[in-house]
């Protein structure tokens, strides 16, 4: 990348500086720094005050502050913890420090009539007074005079301290000297009408004292905010030009209404719904193009994606492609063969399964009938896999996966361009993702919701009841199955390792089976083979089994219609869109639903908030846009899939208001300037490579 006008010196490597060589440079490296020009763009994660004194007697509870002052008593407690307590005056009162992990010296140092000045949290304490537990101390032997900036705390690595990466920060400021940092052509910036980029550079990493840190610490400062522009614009850029680099590949135009796929739908046992018909035909019209359809299709729990999923792999099978469907899981992506074959085999359709499981002779024909008469693939992402060689693969879906990254979106495109042609791709999830979040998530898709729920369907009736009055809850189990119904009791745990949760899961269900000994009563957990979960999860589909017990193992897309009641344990430490999703697996019939969130008391009040929320509704979108509220964009994308989405200024709920700006700016960029694009990709995204030879 040479594009970047500040060249040269702010290229240089970071062996370039004083204090840093190899074994600190490869350190570096790890957070991403390799040139001097990436260290200016390493901002801090916050900033601590040191420019000013406090009085004791005006200090704010709970914040941050610097004191000045002089022991006046000194205590130590030998039992236990070792603890050093102190008593400090100033000219406007006394308080209370208390220091632990402290050395021998260090007391003898600490003695009645020694000045310190300290930097810590004031709080309310025990006996009474204010107080600073374990804060940063100095002794100050002569005057020494205060910090004139705040001082920035930087995002670290393991084995590089806070005034290393400080002082190299430091260094690279210096050296930006009059070097011009801007990409923006003068006009955007006009439109921008925020300070200019090195100026807030420079601020964000040495803000004068007296600055409004108030404003700087919420993010809202005229300089982040410039920065986050920047970095917003170049997150929809590099999202731009990967749909550009994609759709530059053509694909097979595959004709719609195809006889296979009205057979298919007119064989349904339901009409389909307004949303689905008009999706389907969003879809249908995209897939007719010679160019890759990138599209995401929302739709809330049991809205029917899999019906909407399915016309468009009978239109692409109708016009002589492979297609290809995905899952995130085995016991998903069986579901989806089952139903698969149910639908297509009678059509003369040639299905063909594989998974991280088929091994040995089934794997050899599955990979055959891949690369030869297979019609229609379904499994997990062994599909991806390099051996995987398809024949003329026209489209995949992929299910329950809205965040499906850059390298994974190019590996799919290769697999089908040994015909120099790629397939369309169809991306399905059931995490309603609000507008702001997605103008920029999903900047390189077409967007499509299912906005409907078939007919019939009861709102699910949301219960919070605490784990002491569990019997009662065994009690509903007995009757809902009495009835013919079935249920899931699911297990969870805050510290979720697969291995703690099969434990816990397994105690409950010896319990639970113990308690209901008319109910065939199953388990499932991520310890078991998936041919033991397969087997577990056809018996409770077929209504084999009464209750399940299970870990989060079943979040997404299971589908047993008959099962009308499902218990979550430990519900208020969820987050709410995995509870949507959960109690998604209820609700998929004309039964009447419960489900009921058992919660251990007492309940703070943010939990009693969130439950609360879940009792009141059961619409996706609303508690989407709760849950971003309160847990921030990797809850409402999924904490695994956000790699693609780290943002290091700009933060997308408090930002959203620069969103339409930095889109417009987005589209002007990509049109008149792209060399400024890939140089803006280079400073925030990295390997602009990847984007670059459209
Ligand atoms: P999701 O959107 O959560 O993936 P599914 O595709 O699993 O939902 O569908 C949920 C259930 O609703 C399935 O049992 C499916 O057969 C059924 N279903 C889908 N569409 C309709 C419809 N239009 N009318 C009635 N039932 C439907
Ligand atoms: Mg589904």
Request: charged share 20%; glycine share 6%.
């Amino acid at each position: 990348m040479t594009t970047d006008p500040s060249t040269d010196t702010l290229q240089a490597p970071l062996t370039s500086l004083r204090g840093v060589g190899e074994k600190v440079a490869k350190k570096l490296a790890r957070l991403g720094l390799s040139e001097l020009s990436d260290l200016l763009f390493h901002l801090p994660a916050h900033y601590q005050d040191k420019t000013c004194l406090i009085p004791i007697q005006s200090l704010s509870l709970d914040q941050n502050a610097l004191i000045e002052g002089e022991i006046i008593d000194v205590q130590i407690r030998r039992f236990g913890h070792k603890m050093l307590t102190l008593a400090l005056e100033d000219d406007s009162g006394v308080m209370t420090l208390r220091l632990f992990n402290f050395y021998p010296n260090q007391i003898r140092s600490l003695q009645c009539g020694v000045r310190l000045r300290c930097y810590g949290v004031a709080r309310q304490g025990y006996q009474g007074g204010v107080e600073m537990i374990h804060p940063q101390w100095e002794i100050i032997h002569k005057p020494v005079p205060l910090e004139t900036t705040l001082t920035p705390i930087y995002p670290l690595t393991e084995g590089l301290g806070q005034n290393l990466i400080s002082r190299l920060c430091q260094q690279a400021i210096e050296r930006m000297g009059q070097i011009e940092f801007e990409l923006l052509p003068a006009s955007l910036l006009e439109q921008i009408g925020l300070p200019p980029l090195n100026e807030s550079i420079r601020f964000m990493h040495q803000p004068p004292a007296g600055a409004d840190t108030q404003l700087l610490m919420q993010g809202e400062h005229p300089c982040q905010q410039r920065l986050a522009i920047d970095e917003l614009l170049a997150h929809r850029l590099s999202l731009r030009l990967l749909r550009q680099k994609i759709q530059s590949h053509s694909s097979g135009a595959l004709e719609s209404n195809s006889a296979l796929q009205t057979t298919f739908l007119s064989q349904l046992p339901f009409t389909l719904t307004g949303a689905q018909q008009r999706v389907i035909d969003e879809i249908s019209d995209d897939l007719s193009e010679a160019r890759p359809a990138m599209r995401l299709i929302q739709g809330d729990v049991g809205s029917g994606k899999t019906v909407v999923a399915a016309a468009a792999l009978a239109q692409c099978i109708a016009a002589g492609y492979q297609a290809a469907m995905i899952a995130p899981t085995e016991i998903l992506a069986e579901q989806h063969l089952q139903s698969l074959r149910d639908w297509f085999e009678p059509l003369g359709v040639r299905v063909v399964w594989l998974a991280g499981k088929v091994r040995g002779k089934a794997r050899t024909a599955a990979l055959e009938a891949i690369c030869g008469e297979g019609q229609l693939m379904i499994g997990t992402h062994a599909l991806f896999q390099e051996a995987v060689k398809f024949r003329n693969l026209g489209l995949v879906v992929v299910d329950e996966q809205h965040r499906f990254g850059v390298d994974q979106r190019l590996a799919l495109r290769d697999k089908g361009l040994s015909q120099h042609l790629a397939p369309h791709q169809l991306i399905m999830t059931a995490t309603p993702i609000p507008r702001t979040l997605a103008m920029t998530a999903y900047a390189d898709l077409d967007v499509s919701v299912i906005d409907e729920l078939p007919p019939n369907r009861q709102d699910i009736q949301t219960i919070a009841i605490s784990n002491r009055r569990r019997a009662e809850i065994i009690e509903r189990i007995r009757h809902a199955c009495a009835e013919g119904r079935q249920a899931y009791w699911v297990c969870t745990l805050i510290e979720s390792s697969d291995n703690l949760e099969a434990e816990a899961a397994t105690e409950i269900a010896e319990q639970l089976n113990d308690e209901l000994p008319d109910l065939n009563v199953a388990l499932v957990h991520g310890r078991l083979s998936s041919d033991e979960k397969t087997t577990l999860m056809s018996d409770f589909k077929a209504g084999r089994t009464d209750l399940l017990v299970a870990t989060t193992v079943i979040e997404v897309g299971v589908d047993v219609p008959n099962a009308s009641l499902m218990v979550i344990e430990n519900a208020e430490r969820l987050g709410l869109s995995q509870l949507h999703q959960l109690r998604g697996r209820v609700g998929r019939s004309e039964a009447q639903s419960t489900c009921v969130l058992l919660y251990r008391s007492p309940l703070s009040q943010t939990a009693r908030e969130r439950l609360q929320l879940m009792r009141e509704t059961n619409d996706g979108f609303e508690i989407a846009r709760k849950d971003l509220e309160l847990r921030g964009p990797g809850e409402v994308l999924g904490t695994r899939q956000t790699g693609d989405m780290v943002f290091r200024v700009a933060n997308l709920e408090r930002d959203h208001h620069l969103l339409g700006l930095v889109s417009s700016l987005c589209e002007t960029l990509l049109a008149d300037h792209p060399g400024i694009a890939l140089a803006l990709i280079h400073r925030w995204v990295g390997q602009a490579a990847a984007y670059a030879d459209v």
